[in-house]
């Protein structure tokens, strides 16, 4: 039933929709198309009210929209909330919300400020009837507080300075090598999301020492025509590599976040039936010694430790959750191949999505630290450089004349095991999520739409250049 009266709700509201693009057609820049969504003015509007409403910056109309976080829940296989039966934002859009949703270029803390000052105001259209029968629209202008609930038809204004606060776009300046480099990341793109293979050493956001960042680097040169940049939805580790999704505009943002979460969640409540897996991730892992075992399910809380005397931190097995906090953890691995040299290659598909698990559960739980983890595996890469030194040193030479540099300042010749400091082999080869995009068209041409048949997205990234010539190592 919920189903049904999400897909009833957006039908009617894609009528409405005269936006061709369906990635653009959810979220408005309002500072950005002012010009095409407000040019004209409706012919019952007087002339002192066009005078009045100059001095005014007018939102678009509000106008409900589908609530990406229930159709995520919807893709994801989980039912939204039958008890109200309303899974359209509509219900719930806050004039703060409102705001936020078209003006992405202001400030949160400044559109708060403007409502607390209550220098915001609505404008509402009613019709009524005059005692002779005429019915005529009636224009009421009135101060909004930042919790008042939209109604259908609303508009926001905001004070006509709004327009000259600078935009916080920090747009680099690549050469033809970089912006080339970029772009050949790019593992798929369509109206919804843009898929990349994020290579290591790059950051996937910004912080601070941090001067290049992919999030940023793609808000620059992967937009192309979208009136938004590209937003993540999920994380890798800096030295980690391979399969990263984004989100094309906000609501598909929104969505995939939500089928991210789901999928955490239900594997936290013991739901990890294979069967329902919508999102799949499978890594490739080259780590050292062997699993007791060829496959297996590994189901361990993690916790946040601070060390260094409060400089860094790290993730450990929690033993006793009661007296520590902790999240619930769970990684699937199978053995790929072993090598007589001592190193495994793994599968790791995590269920759930904390932060530093699959290197932790690798470490603590198998014993068998990832090849180029020194955070979680010092102590095994202290004896395996022992063994590197006698067996495979005199291979140095030869691959340090070939290597070369490359854009961003990133290392991606060496890091293999052939070298006295390996890079982390952690690689992201595999991902399987529903086609968000699909949804959305189906969504708005068609209310009949079967959502539980959606085709999914299959994506697959080949091995950094110093986990490919591990491998080739191993095999030779």
Partial sequence: MAVAVLRRRFFLQSRRETTGKVGDMFCISALDQQRSCFATSNDAVSEAHKSKKGKWFTLPAFTPVVDASSLGK????????LNTGNTTAGASTTALKWVVRCCP??????????????QVRRESYNMITSDIGVQNQEHRLKRVAAKDLMNLGDQ???????????????????????INFVHN????????????????????????????????????????????????????????????IMGRTQTSATILHSIFREKTFGASNNDIDTKKRI????????????????????????????????????ITIVDNVQTMS???????????????????WLELSPLTGRK?????HCAEVLGTPIVGDYKYGWQAHRKWKQLFQSNIEKNLDENLSNRKT????????????????????????????????????????????????LESLEFVAPLPSHMQRSWDILNS
């Fill in 74 to 81: 919807v893709l994801s296989g989980h039912r939204t909330d």
């Fill in 105 to 118: 270029q202001l400030p949160r803390s400044l559109v708060q400020k403007l409502f607390r000052l209550r």
């Fill in 156 to 178: 926001i204004l905001l004070p006509i300075t709004v327009e000259e606060f600078p935009s916080e776009k920090h747009e680099y300046h690549c050469n033809d090598e970089e």
């Fill in 185 to 244: 990341l790019e593992l798929y793109k369509d109206p919804a999301i843009i898929v990349v293979n994020k290579p290591p050493g790059l950051p996937v956001q910004g912080g601070i020492g941090i001067k290049r960042s992919l999030d940023e680097l793609a808000a620059t040169y992967l937009r192309y025509d979208c009136s938004e940049p590209p937003r993540l939805v999920h994380r890798l580790d800096r030295d980690s590599s391979g399969i990263l």
């Fill in 279 to 314: 999102l799949q991730r499978r890594y490739w892992a080259l780590v050292i010694g062997s699993p007791r075992r060829p496959r297996g399910l590994i189901s361990a809380p993690l916790g946040k430790v601070v060390v260094d005397d409060g400089k860094s931190e790290r």
């Fill in 326 to 344: 902790s999240q619930h953890a769970i990684t699937e691995y199978r053995v790929i191949k072993s090598s007589c040299h001592g190193y495994t």
């Fill in 356 to 360: 530093h698990q699959l290197r932790v």
């Fill in 406 to 453: 490359h854009p961003f300042g990133l290392d991606l010749e060496s890091g293999s095991i052939l070298d006295k400091q390996p890079h982390l082999h952690l690689h992201c080869k595999q991902m399987v999520l529903p086609n968000v995009s699909l949804a959305l068209q189906n969504l708005q041409l068609s209310a009949e739409c079967d959502l539980s048949e």
